[in-house]
């Protein structure tokens, strides 16, 4: 963003993103990061259950004026625990998920060709964008 703007920001966001949770996975064994929404950019990052059941739940949560909860640690089988953390919209992500008029054209066109399913506009800001998820193997935290 800094460097180049957003249409630099999003072919990093593309070309980065995937690779480079992926590869913060594999460098240390047991651990695998990843984030996800209940309206997602792109679709590798989709919710699965648990996911899901999280996001309603803080979702309607925040809509009944509760708030969100600063975190969740979720048990997902006898071997892996779940770590959940909220991801909220601020002002400069509404360069990139904000509503079709306030993209800037040429932006709008990256992201139209880069994600054809996008369905991660429209945000305000406070809106709860989504979670941080990362998933630990019981042995490192025993
Ligand atoms: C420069 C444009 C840009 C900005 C600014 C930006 N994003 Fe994104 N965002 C993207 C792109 C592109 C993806 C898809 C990345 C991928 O392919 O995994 C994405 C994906 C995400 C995802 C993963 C879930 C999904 O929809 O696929 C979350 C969560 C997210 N952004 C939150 C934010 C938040 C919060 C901010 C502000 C702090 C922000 N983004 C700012 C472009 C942007």
Not at 34 to 40: D, P, Y
Not at 48 to 74: C, H, M, N, Y
Not at 84 to 102: A, D, R, T
């Amino acid at each position: 963003m800094a460097n180049g703007g957003p249409m630099e920001a999003v072919k990093v966001c593309k070309n980065v993103a995937q690779p480079l949770t992926e590869s913060v996975s594999a460098k240390r064994e047991g651990i695998a990061i990843g984030r996800t929404s209940l309206k997602v950019r792109n679709p590798k990052n989709k919710p699965d259950e648990t996911d899901r059941k999280i996001l309603e739940s803080w979702q309607s949560s925040k809509d009944e004026g509760q708030g969100i909860p600063d975190f969740e640690v979720v048990r997902l089988d006898q071997e892996t625990v779940r770590f959940y953390k909220p991801i909220v919209l601020q002002e400069v992500c509404l360069n990139c998920h904000g509503s079709n008029e306030k993209l800037k054209p040429e932006l709008k066109t990256l992201l139209d060709e880069c994600y054809p399913a996008d369905q991660a506009r429209d945000y305000q800001v406070g809106d709860l964008r989504g979670v941080f998820r990362v998933d630990m193997d019981r042995d490192l935290i025993d």
